[in-house]
């Protein structure tokens, strides 16, 4: 199994299927809200995979793993997109007026 790089096209992939195109920065800000709790939920829905494992309940191994994995790309695709809006405020303070 091959793992990809995350890109800024699995957060405007995610922005489409929400239906929503962002034109202010309240509505960027909604949306990124939106997103970040996305991400949460797929961090809670692994952390309560991993608590039926513990406690042992029947959940069959490739479950586990995947909720693991989509938990982990999601955080991963948001700490990318936090760098690279840390990046272009950084970039935005250098500019000389």
Not at 26 to 41: D, G, H, K, S
Not at 62 to 76: Q, R
Not at 87 to 96: A, K, S
Request: negative net charge; proline residues 3%.
């Amino acid at each position: 199994m091959e793992i990809e790089g995350l890109s800024f096209r699995d957060f405007e992939e995610f922005v489409r299927s929400e239906g929503k195109r962002p034109s202010t920065p309240q509505e960027f800000a909604e949306v990124l809200t939106e997103f970040i709790e996305w991400v949460n939920a797929q961090q809670k829905r692994a952390e309560e995979v991993k608590e039926a494992v513990l406690s042992g309940q029947d959940v069959p191994l490739h479950t586990m793993i995947l909720e693991f994995e989509k938990a982990g790309v999601a955080l991963n695709l948001l700490i990318e997109i936090r760098n690279r809006l840390l990046e272009g405020f950084q970039e935005l303070q250098r500019m000389q007026v």
